[in-house]
């Protein structure tokens, strides 16, 4: 197994303890599982630039790296979203917010699920989708929205001014992550339209 695909099975490995460390209540648990998902996140950006750069893409890399990429992210969706604590971010400001991110996962999943199924039905008749940049800059804005949304839990039991404040940026830019995800995956559907073709 090459090194790219060692950093990919890395991130699916550091998930579970990501979730653990949310979960657990001890000083400083956002802040350990903030580390942990920043390091899963780097692993993303590391094996394709490693798998490019020395010409190491292989089928396993193409399969895997998807799917580590996707899970990681729900994954930090869900644990924000069932947060047992009063630090729970999207009902800090009210009911209305945690609606506000169950719709904006559904979103997120949807969007997730159409692609790879896309992905799978072009690869069967020998079309490859290649990545756009809108799908990149949406990936790198949801990372960010989650990273600045666990942080925001740390800041409310040291300074609940900076956890206000971090949290609002942390919501919009989630809300930014969901529209980029709404537009990335109708790009997809319309500029591939052809895949659906008899």
Known sequence: MNLP???????????????????????????????????????????GRIA???????????????????????????V??????????????????LIFGGVGVVIIIARELTVSTLRMMAARK????????????KTFVTDIAVIVLIFAGDFYALQPEL???ATIVGLVLFGASVILTLISGISYLVKNAEVFKD
């Open 5 to 47: 695909n060692k950093l990919t099975f890395a991130r699916l490995i550091l998930i579970p303890f990501f979730m653990v460390a949310f979960y657990m209540n001890f000083t400083g648990h956002y802040l350990v599982s903030l580390a942990i998902f920043a390091i899963a996140a780097a692993t993303d950006f590391f094996d």
């Open 52 to 78: 490019r750069k020395k010409n190491l893409i292989t089928d396993l890399g193409k399969f895997l790296d998807p799917i580590a990429d996707k899970v990681l992210v729900l994954a930090a969706f869900v």
């Open 80 to 97: 924000l979203l069932s947060d047992p604590y009063d630090t729970n971010i999207f009902k800090h400001f009210g009911d209305g917010y």
């Open 126 to 137: 020998g079309i490859v989708l290649a990545a756009e940049n809108i799908g990149k800059a």
């Open 163 to 165: 956890g206000n404040i």
